[in-house]
């Protein structure tokens, strides 16, 4: 559920069937706040939004009924036709609509549906729409692709982990001992990458409560993903630490030499 808000009102954004519906009870409330259903009532009554809709459930709805949909618009327009989202929905199986209950209830209509509504609201309020829903788009679509390089990072620290258990954690060491080989071995890719401990970087940092990984940008993110690949190799071949993290350091150094500018960052090893 998201929400933008388009010439001072409030558009509710929901995902059904990963497809974008948007509000069109938010959309009237532009028109009519205190009864936006009638708004929305009168749109569906002509016989052109009926139209537009069946096109619409033809292209996009194999269960759509045809043939209850030609009764509907036989009757479109006249003075007593009076057709509502929900029965629009019994009537035909459509799937372009739909009615929602609770806290964030009301009528929603997948966003080409929704669309065509704003503009018979106003053309003004659908063209802000569009640019309000698209910027949205664009930023999960940059959020999207974080979490896809953050979950990559956290998918490779477990192959990392796994390699320290396998290769570097006895049997007989306490859970106390384990956690600080685990944290030994973090600090090896910190100091790789970051040129500093976790404790170096938290000290440094009172104001962040999270670490210095979650304050990494995606190139950083990335080098670290490569770097927790390679340690895990090192390690199950058995080289000693410190060569490790001379090796890794270098490795960091090449690739964030690749991958970023220095503009932007300074790349590991690099004086202030």
């Known amino acids: 559920m998201s929400k933008i808000t388009v010439l001072n009102q409030e558009v509710t954004i929901s995902s059904i069937d990963e497809e974008d519906y948007i509000s069109l009870t938010d959309?009237?409330?532009h028109r009519n706040?205190?009864?936006?259903?009638?708004?929305?009532?009168?749109?569906?009554?002509?016989?052109?939004?009926?139209?537009f809709l069946g096109i619409w459930e033809c292209l996009n709805n194999p269960g759509f009924n045809r043939v209850d949909f030609e009764a509907v618009r036989s009757e479109a327009g006249s003075n007593a036709f009076v057709l509502t989202p929900t029965k629009w929905v019994e009537?035909?199986?459509?799937i372009g609509i739909t009615a929602k209950a609770g806290r964030y209830g009301g009528t929603y209509a997948h966003k080409d549906i929704a669309f065509e509504f704003a503009?018979?609201?106003?053309?003004?309020?659908?063209?802000?729409?569009?640019?309000?829903?698209?910027?949205?788009?664009?930023?999960?679509r940059e959020t999207l692709g974080w979490d896809?390089?953050?979950?990559?990072?956290?998918i490779n620290y477990r192959i990392h982990t796994d390699a320290i258990q396998r290769h570097l954690i006895p049997?007989?060491?306490?859970?106390?001992?384990?956690?600080?080989?685990?944290?030994?071995e973090a600090d090896v890719l910190n100091l790789a990458l970051f040129g500093q401990t976790a404790a170096q970087?938290?000290?440094?940092?009172?104001?962040?409560?999270?670490?210095?990984?979650?304050e990494a940008d995606v190139t950083q993110l990335v080098c670290l993903s490569n770097l927790e690949n390679l340690n895990a190799l090192f390690i199950a071949e058995g080289l000693p630490q410190s060569l490790r993290l001379e090796r890794l350091n270098r490795i960091a150094i090449q690739q964030m030499t690749?991958?970023?500018?220095?503009?932007?960052?300074?790349?590991?090893g690099e004086k202030k």
């Open 171 to 184: 049997s007989a060491l306490s859970a106390k001992q384990t956690s600080q080989v685990y944290a030994s």
């Open 119 to 140: 503009s018979w609201v106003s053309v003004e309020f659908k063209l802000y729409l569009i640019k309000e829903f698209q910027r949205l788009k664009e930023d999960e």
């Open 258 to 268: 690749l991958l970023a500018s220095n503009d932007r960052m300074k790349l590991p």
């Open 33 to 51: 706040a205190d009864d936006p259903r009638f708004i929305i009532q009168n749109w569906m009554r002509t016989r052109a939004t009926i139209e």
């Open 201 to 214: 970087w938290r000290q440094a940092h009172p104001e962040h409560k999270g670490n210095m990984r979650d």
């Open 148 to 154: 896809i390089r953050r979950n990559l990072a956290k």
């Open 27 to 29: 959309i009237a409330k």
């Open 91 to 94: 009537l035909t199986g459509a």
